[in-house]
Structures are given as structure tokens and as C-alpha cells.
């Protein structure tokens, strides 16, 4: 869903370009950084995942798309959230960068989430939630030349538009957006509306807007037979499952789309999906971003749960893999928060994967 610049060495020209692209041209700049792992980041995918576990919960993730180029991005996301079982709510907070390496464009979001469990009938529950945050966004210009920055006769860098261009480099907006998820045993389907205010992004005083994005995920969990650590007393089941998911997003004037399938063999998870809209063109070539290879493990003490995730994005659009695709890591740690003087409330959980 991003688009790219590409750097030059003749005066540094293009630099100039990308920057008025990035910080002026709506159809570029609105589009919000994206995880492969998008269950593995919750609170980043719906505001209603908040609590989702019915346990406390922090998690770590990381990705560094087209690494072997100039203009490569870092995305960085950190959450916590926790289950209120008195109150049938959860609540969480989430922390995210987003850096572009040869611009120095930096966006930090800081949201705070709340989300209630409403059960619609014993097989059936929907959490509505609620997200509010805070934008800011940068430019590193000390990172830029320009071609009017040069002396032509000494080549050496002079005053130009680079220093005119140094002010405004920092604002801060909020944000608001909303969410819900409907599940049973098996299936869940989540609708996500963020960014609804719409909110002007611009640094250079002009109109940036940072479009609405809508985000529909869902899928079906089938269990097989569970299989079995240790012996006798001492056995624990192991999950067993194949989950087909799907996940389309838009935003401004794109749109793009993952379609995938989890198998679980406890406590190994792998996953393979397919990211584009293969029916869809931009500029007369098709929409096919990425293939996307997955490997998680679970890892489970006597209440606490440890989930690590890799994912490699093998680029298949005109950008090829020389690009170096996109390398992605998550790191999710629970751990149960119920008071043991209390029996637990009989609950649904979301059976979305874990990656």
C-alpha cells in the first residue's frame, strides 16, 4: 500500500521530490504503516482486541520493509492490554513509530483503547471498541540537500531552499477510531474505522490529510484432534488447527488485500498468504505486492503463554525481491489476571490466530 522514492546522486534532486510527494500529495501520504503479523499486533489491527485474552497482555512488534534500498521503512509497535472481569471490559494502550531511512519522516501515535464484551447468545459475543490518540509527525530537513543548496563553481553546499524549508518540522494531532468484532468457537469477523476525524498532517502549512482507514478481518478456525505433551497426570493437550483468514484494507484511494491460511501444530504455527488485488491495476500493472511465509512457536508455562513470530514478505511487484522484501518480528508475552478467589465468568474467546 506504500509507495516509494527512489534516491539519486545528480545535485540530490530527487530528495526534493520525494519530499513534496510525501508531505504534499494526499494519495501518498495517506496510508498507514502495515504488519503481516496483523494478529500478532491486536490493538494496532481493531480496538476491540483490547483484553481480547481475557488476560494481561504485552507485545513487541518490528518490521523493516525493502531493506536493500535507500528508501526502506521501519515500523516499530509496542501494546499492553488487560481484561476488567468485573466490568466485562478490557482497556490497552499502544505505542508506534513509523520511519522513512532516507527522509528522516518519522510518525510516533500514541492511543489509549477501551472495548466491552457483550454476550449475544451462549455461542455468539461482540466487542465494540474505542480508540483515542495523538499524532506526531516529523521531518529530519538536516538529512536533505537540495540542488540550489550547491555552489555550481566550488560544488561545496550553500543557503537555499533546504534552510527555508526548515520550519514547521514537527506537529502534533489527535485521533479518534472506532472498532467491533462479532465471534463464536470457530469464526470472527472485525470491522475497524481509524483516523476518523480526518486530521491535516501537513508540515509544510499546507493540506495533508490523513484519510480514514477501514480494515475488515475475519476467518474460521477447524480443530482436528489435539494432540498430547507429557504422560499420564502430567499430559497436556496441544492445539491442532487450520485457520483460513482474510483481511481487506482502504485507505484514501487504495486498497489492498491479504488472503491466507494458519496451520497450528502446538507449538509450532506456520502460515503462508497472498497480499494484492490481483483484478486491480495502478498505472496499468496489477496489484500483486507480496507473498508472505510465516513460522511462530508457542510457548507455555504453568499459566503463562510466550508467542515469537518471523514472517518474510517475498516481493512479487514490479520491484522484485531485490528489494529485500520485508523482514518482520513479534514478541507477545500473557499471563492470567483473574483474582483465584473468584470462579471464572464462562467467556468466548476470539479464536483468531496468534501471528
Same mark, same amino acid.
Given at each position: 500500500?506504500?509507495? /516509494?522514492?527512489?534516491?539519486?546522486?545528480?545535485? %540530490?534532486?530527487?530528495?526534493?521530490?520525494?519530499?513534496?510527494?510525501?508531505?504534499?500529495?494526499?494519495?501518498?501520504t495517506?496510508?498507514?504503516?502495515?504488519?503481516?503479523?496483523?494478529?500478532?499486533?491486536?490493538?494496532?489491527? +481493531?480496538?476491540?482486541?483490547?483484553?481480547?485474552?481475557?488476560?494481561?497482555?504485552?507485545?513487541?512488534?518490528? /518490521?523493516?520493509?525493502?531493506?536493500?534500498?535507500?528508501?526502506?521503512?521501519? !515500523?516499530?509497535s509496542?501494546?499492553?492490554?488487560?481484561?476488567?472481569?468485573?466490568k466485562?471490559?478490557?482497556?490497552?494502550?499502544?505505542? !508506534?513509530? &513509523?520511519?522513512?531511512?532516507?527522509?528522516?519522516?518519522?510518525?510516533?501515535?500514541f492511543?489509549?483503547?477501551?472495548?466491552?464484551?457483550?454476550?449475544?447468545?451462549?455461542?455468539?459475543?461482540?466487542?465494540?471498541?474505542?480508540?483515542?490518540?495523538?499524532?506526531?509527525?516529523?521531518? +529530519?530537513?538536516?538529512?536533505? !540537500?537540495?540542488?540550489?543548496?550547491?555552489?555550481?563553481?566550488?560544488?561545496?553546499?550553500?543557503?537555499?531552499?533546504? @534552510?527555508?524549508?526548515?520550519?514547521?518540522?514537527?506537529?502534533?494531532?489527535?485521533?479518534?477510531?472506532?472498532?467491533?468484532?462479532?465471534?463464536?468457537?470457530?469464526?470472527?469477523?472485525?470491522?475497524?474505522?481509524?483516523h476518523?476525524?480526518?486530521?491535516?498532517?501537513?508540515?509544510?502549512?499546507?493540506?495533508?490529510?490523513?484519510?480514514t482507514?477501514?480494515?475488515?478481518?475475519?476467518?474460521?478456525?477447524?480443530?482436528?484432534?489435539?494432540?498430547?505433551?507429557?504422560?499420564?497426570?502430567?499430559a497436556?493437550?496441544? @492445539?491442532?488447527?487450520?485457520?483460513?483468514?482474510?483481511?481487506?484494507?482502504?485507505?484514501? @484511494?487504495?486498497?489492498?488485500? &491479504?488472503?491466507?491460511?494458519?496451520?497450528?501444530?502446538?507449538?509450532?504455527i506456520?502460515?503462508?498468504?497472498? /497480499?494484492?488485488?490481483?483484478?486491480?491495476?495502478?498505472n496499468?500493472?496489477?496489484? %500483486? @505486492?507480496?507473498?508472505?511465509?510465516?513460522v511462530?512457536?508457542?510457548?507455555?508455562?504453568?499459566?503463562?503463554?510466550?508467542?515469537?513470530?518471523?514472517?518474510?514478505?517475498?516481493?512479487?511487484?514490479?520491484?522484485?525481491?531485490?528489494?529485500?522484501?520485508?523482514?518482520?518480528?513479534?514478541?507477545?508475552?500473557?499471563?492470567?489476571i483473574?483474582n483465584?478467589?473468584?470462579?471464572?465468568? &464462562?467467556?468466548?474467546?476470539?479464536?483468531?490466530? &496468534?501471528?
Amino acid at each position: 500500500m506504500r509507495q /516509494r522514492c527512489y534516491p539519486t546522486l545528480v545535485y %540530490n534532486i530527487l530528495p526534493m521530490v520525494c519530499v513534496l510527494m510525501l508531505l504534499q500529495v494526499p494519495s501518498v501520504t495517506a496510508q498507514d504503516p502495515q504488519f503481516s503479523q496483523f494478529y500478532a499486533a491486536p490493538l494496532y489491527l +481493531n480496538p476491540a482486541f483490547a483484553g481480547s485474552t481475557q488476560q494481561g497482555r504485552v507485545g513487541l512488534n518490528y /518490521r523493516n520493509q525493502w531493506p536493500a534500498i535507500d528508501a526502506n521503512f521501519t !515500523t516499530m509497535s509496542a501494546y499492553a492490554d488487560f481484561y476488567l472481569e468485573d466490568k466485562n471490559s478490557g482497556i490497552g494502550a499502544i505505542i !508506534t513509530r &513509523d520511519y522513512v531511512g532516507i527522509l528522516g519522516l518519522q510518525s510516533i501515535s500514541f492511543a489509549a483503547q477501551y472495548a466491552y464484551q457483550l454476550r449475544i447468545t451462549k455461542d455468539l459475543s461482540f466487542r465494540p471498541g474505542v480508540q483515542v490518540g495523538i499524532f506526531n509527525r516529523s521531518l +529530519n530537513f538536516d538529512k536533505l !540537500t537540495f540542488g540550489d543548496q550547491f555552489d555550481p563553481s566550488t560544488g561545496q553546499i550553500v543557503k537555499g531552499t533546504a @534552510e527555508s524549508l526548515n520550519t514547521g518540522q514537527s506537529i502534533f494531532f489527535p485521533d479518534l477510531s472506532f472498532g467491533g468484532l462479532l465471534f463464536s468457537k470457530n469464526a470472527w469477523l472485525g470491522i475497524a474505522a481509524f483516523h476518523l476525524t480526518q486530521p491535516n498532517q501537513s508540515l509544510l502549512g499546507s493540506k495533508d490529510i490523513l484519510y480514514t482507514k477501514y480494515s475488515f478481518h475475519g476467518g474460521y478456525k477447524f480443530y482436528f484432534r489435539p494432540g498430547t505433551l507429557g504422560t499420564g497426570v502430567f499430559a497436556r493437550p496441544r @492445539e491442532r488447527s487450520l485457520a483460513p483468514v482474510a483481511q481487506y484494507r482502504m485507505q484514501g @484511494e487504495s486498497s489492498q488485500a &491479504d488472503v491466507g491460511l494458519y496451520y497450528t501444530f502446538e507449538p509450532l504455527i506456520i502460515g503462508t498468504w497472498y /497480499r494484492g488485488i490481483p483484478f486491480k491495476t495502478v498505472n496499468g500493472v496489477a496489484n %500483486n @505486492e507480496s507473498i508472505v511465509l510465516l513460522v511462530g512457536l508457542t510457548l507455555k508455562g504453568e499459566k503463562d503463554i510466550l508467542n515469537i513470530g518471523y514472517s518474510y514478505d517475498y516481493t512479487i511487484s514490479k520491484l522484485g525481491p531485490g528489494s529485500g522484501g520485508a523482514h518482520e518480528f513479534s514478541l507477545v508475552y500473557s499471563w492470567p489476571i483473574r483474582n483465584p478467589r473468584k470462579p471464572p465468568k &464462562d467467556k468466548l474467546i476470539i479464536p483468531c490466530p &496468534d501471528f
